[in-house]
């Protein structure tokens, strides 16, 4: 039964108020910067901002947004990010992510590691989210 939890643990995680679905983090090494994506879905009546995310995984953790300007792409951090009720706020590469910068450990394939969003209203939500190989 614990392990059946635990495998459910990987693909949906909630606090009542904010669903997390679809988590992983990107595969990288020890002092590298990766990033962590998932979709947020606000599942309560009110509006809510997820306003800071952290992890012991990287010495830095930071809301980004991809952008582009004169055909080139680079990221800057996104500050506060509202989501409306119902809504789904994806966090996916060439977008918004949550970017783990300097980490502490090699990140590799299988692997489990754990970040948290706050929100406002919902408070904090950890999230364990699968490391995978993945170029999207
Ligand atoms: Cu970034």
Redesign the pocket.
């Known amino acids: 039964m614990l392990y059946f939890l635990s495998i459910l643990f990987l693909f949906f995680q909630t606090n009542g108020k904010i669903n997390i679905e679809n988590q992983w983090i990107r595969n990288a090494g020890k002092g590298m910067n990766t990033?962590f994506f998932a979709d947020v879905k606000n599942i309560s009546t009110k509006t809510d901002t997820l306003y800071k995310v952290a992890s012991s995984l990287a010495r830095l953790v930071q809301v980004?947004e991809t952008y582009e300007e004169n055909g080139m792409m680079g990221?800057r951090e996104a500050g506060n990010l509202e989501i409306k009720s119902s809504e789904t706020l994806k966090l996916k590469p060439r977008s918004f992510?949550v970017?783990l910068i300097g980490l502490k450990k090699d990140l590799k394939e299988g692997q489990i590691g754990e970040v948290t969003l706050f929100f406002k209203h919902a408070g904090a939500v950890k999230v364990k989210a699968r490391v995978k190989n993945m170029i999207e």
Do not use: T
Request: glycine share 0%; charged share 0%; hydrophobic share 60%.
């Open positions: 990033a980004h990221m992510h970017m």
